[in-house]
């Protein structure tokens, strides 16, 4: 498992993919918290979907992570995009046969390739949080935000729980895509079928009647992401509901992958 | 312990309705190298990724090195194996693609260079996979096939893509190969080269074994032939009717007569043919090659 998971980190570290998608990370969130405190006194609002976010909402212990958390679905998106790509070109590739033959425990290579993703997931987290949150600091005074309680206990436990909650969402929707890249066994096909489900279909079904929103699984992990409903962002799911379909998705893919991939023949 | 490398009983697999391999039983000795042949579609890479745990048969049984095929665990860290061609990261360097599955087969990594440099590819080492040949992609899936100083190496059409050169490379590595003992199961359309390298042959034919044992066995128990011309075209259809009306089967066949029979019979056939005014320019008795042979036993041509 180990051994699987140090040859999988082999392949996400090379330069193309590692500073690539390090440089999205850095850059978007950074126009994330950026856009928070830049657009603050705009009247089309200063955060997703024209939301205003005011100076006392920010100058609140949680206002420093405010952008970390807006980017947090975004992050799950990306994970989603390179656990697809990881997982799914192992058969464009071809080169399953090849890892099966050196490692014929198809369990351990899922948990291999999982942990090494994971801890890909996580630098990316990481990345993300360094740079929201220097942005942040930077351009509070400018924006006229209070920090005071940024670095207060409060403060530094909405640091805690945001990352721990963007973790959760960001590794769901990785696992999601893993899920689709072993079922799809196409990179293209599982990165285009999640991102338009995601982006376009839960967001047409939740407009066409909006109770679905308590039941898509973008929309939960999106949800566990920014904390639920009590931060206001994704109205109307509760943490612990996000929380609880969200994983459940997660299982029953991750259940029914595991199981395609133990007993599929590789014949390509 | 068991002294054959690989020994399968009544192995098949159907998809759907197709058998694409019959009860295939055959056995390949330890330190041979044993050719595997068969026409497209017979089977060849189906029974190789049986072997290798990568599909499950659905009926028979198997055994390599020992062990059997339902715990492929217990023996492929002694295997390599290349099948349907090499596959590797595009992005990733013959050096990286191999230390990537040196890691994850637990092997060390201190083997990666000496690899690449005995299959000829030490100054591309550090070379992406994508900007490779095909010969240089072929040979670097030689070498991730030696990573682990396999007992038993199961190579699926190693000469592919490689120039006269390279193929004779690869015939002389499997040779010294299976001398330092590590047994050798190959398929290859290159029937010839096969020929000059295989101790053993398993030949197949719509999933089903028509031939395994020696290969020195199968080439004596073919009957040989005599290729005459005579010195016009026409004469062709003269020699062979003095070839069946001496009971030999004989057939016209690029611009000669093949007539079966032993090779002392050519005596006599001149003598036939000169006493029916015909001049022989060519009268060539000798053994059918293994191109032959298989054209034969398979129905191919």
Request: glycine share 12%; net charge neutral.
């Amino acid at each position: 498992m180990w051994r699987v998971a140090l040859s999988e980190l082999r392949k996400l570290r090379r330069p193309t993919l590692f500073l690539g998608t390090m440089g999205a990370v850095v850059f978007f969130s950074a126009l994330f918290s950026s856009l928070l405190f830049l657009l603050i006194d705009s009247p089309d609002g200063n955060s997703d979907r024209g939301r205003t976010v005011s100076r006392e909402v920010l100058g609140l212990a949680t206002g420093g992570v405010q952008g970390f958390s807006s980017v947090g679905g975004f992050l799950g998106i990306i994970a989603l995009c390179v656990f697809a790509a990881q997982t799914a070109q192992e058969y464009t590739y071809g080169t399953l046969r090849n890892i099966l033959v050196r490692q014929p425990g198809r369990i351990r290579i899922l948990v291999g390739k999982f942990i090494a993703m994971k801890l890909f997931a996580l630098v990316m987290i990481i990345f993300s949080g360094i740079v929201s949150i220097s942005a942040s600091i930077l351009l509070a005074p400018r924006a006229k935000v209070s920090t005071d309680l940024w670095f207060g206990p409060d403060g530094r436990h909405a640091l805690l729980t945001t990352s721990i909650n963007i973790i959760i969402s960001v590794i769901g929707f990785g696992t999601i895509g893993m899920v689709l890249g072993l079922l799809l066994r196409s990179p293209i096909s599982a990165i285009s079928f999640g991102v338009l489900w995601l982006l376009i279909v839960e967001n047409l079904l939740i407009a066409v009647k909006n109770s679905l929103q308590d039941w898509m699984p973008g929309a939960q992990l999106s949800a566990i992401a920014s904390g639920g409903a009590v931060r206001g962002f994704t109205t109307g799911i509760e943490y612990s509901h996000a929380l609880l379909v969200g994983g459940a998705y997660v299982a029953v893919g991750v259940i029914i992958a595991s199981f395609l991939f133990l007993r599929r023949d590789v014949s390509n | 312990m068991s002294n054959t490398a690989i020994s399968v009983s009544d192995l098949s697999k159907k998809y759907g309705g197709r058998m694409a391999v019959s009860h295939a039983t055959f056995e390949v000795p330890l330190g041979t190298i044993c050719g595997f042949v068969g026409p497209n579609g017979s089977g060849k890479t189906t029974t190789m990724r049986m072997l290798l745990g990568l599909i499950t048969p659905t009926g028979g049984t198997g055994e390599i090195l020992g062990e059997s095929i339902k715990h492929p665990e217990k023996y492929l860290p002694r295997v390599g194996a290349m099948i349907e061609g090499p596959a590797f990261y595009p992005a990733l360097s013959g050096s990286e693609n191999l230390k990537y599955l040196a890691n994850l087969g637990g092997f060390s990594t201190d083997r990666v260079q000496y690899l690449l440099d005995q299959v000829g590819l030490g100054d591309r080492a550090k070379s992406k996979y994508k900007t490779y040949s095909l010969g240089m992609k072929q040979r670097l899936g030689i070498a991730a096939a030696l990573l682990p100083n396999p007992k038993l190496l199961m190579l699926d059409e190693p000469t592919n893509g490689l120039d006269p050169e390279g193929i004779q490379e690869v015939r002389s590595l499997l040779r010294a190969l299976a001398d330092e003992g590590t047994s050798v199961f190959v398929s290859s359309h290159l029937l010839s080269e096969l020929e000059l390298i295989s101790d053993y042959l398993v030949m197949l034919r719509k999933g089903e074994v028509v031939f395994t044992g020696k290969m020195s066995d199968l080439m004596l128990d073919q009957q040989p032939v005599i290729i005459a011309k005579g010195a016009h075209e026409s004469d062709l259809g003269a020699l062979l009717a003095i070839a069946q009306r001496a009971g030999h089967r004989a057939v016209i066949r690029d611009g000669a007569v093949h007539v079966e029979g032993p090779a002392e019979w050519a005596l006599e056939f001149n003598r036939a043919a000169f006493d029916a005014g015909i001049t022989l320019s060519q009268l060539t008795p000798q053994l059918p090659n293994l191109e032959e042979t298989f054209f034969e036993m398979t129905g191919e041509k």
